[in-house]
C-alpha cells in the first residue's frame, strides 16, 4: 500500500486488502486502516480499524497489523489485548503518581 493508492480512493471505496489490511476513504477526506482476520475456529473475521491515516502512517498502520495477525493466530482477540494493555498502564501511572 502506497500514499498514492490511499489518495486516488473515492468515498466509501477501499484499496485491495494485503494480508487483511486495507485502508477505506471517509467522507472527510481521511482513510481508515482495516484488518479483517478470522480467529481460529471462528466462524466469521474480525474487523478491526487500526486508526486514521494521515494521523497513522501506513508503516505504524503495517506494524500494528503484524501485532495483531500474531495475536490473532494464538487466539487472542486484540480489542481485549489493547483494553488490558491500557489498564496495565493506567496502574502503573497510578502506582508512579502515588
Not at 81 to 96: I, L, P, S
Request: overall charge positive; proline content about 5%.
Amino acid at each position: 500500500m502506497r500514499k498514492s493508492d490511499i489518495a486516488k480512493l473515492k468515498y466509501q471505496e477501499a484499496t485491495p486488502a494485503v494480508r487483511g489490511l486495507s485502508a477505506r476513504k471517509n467522507r472527510d477526506g481521511t482513510s481508515t486502516f482495516l484488518l479483517r482476520r478470522k480467529m481460529p475456529k471462528a466462524i466469521s473475521p474480525l474487523g478491526l480499524a487500526l486508526g486514521v491515516y494521515p494521523d497513522m502512517s501506513i508503516d505504524e498502520a503495517e506494524a500494528k497489523a503484524v501485532v495483531y495477525r500474531n495475536l490473532i493466530a494464538k487466539g487472542i482477540d486484540p480489542r481485549v489485548w489493547e483494553n488490558e494493555q491500557g489498564r496495565a498502564r493506567e496502574q502503573e501511572e497510578a502506582e508512579r503518581l502515588s
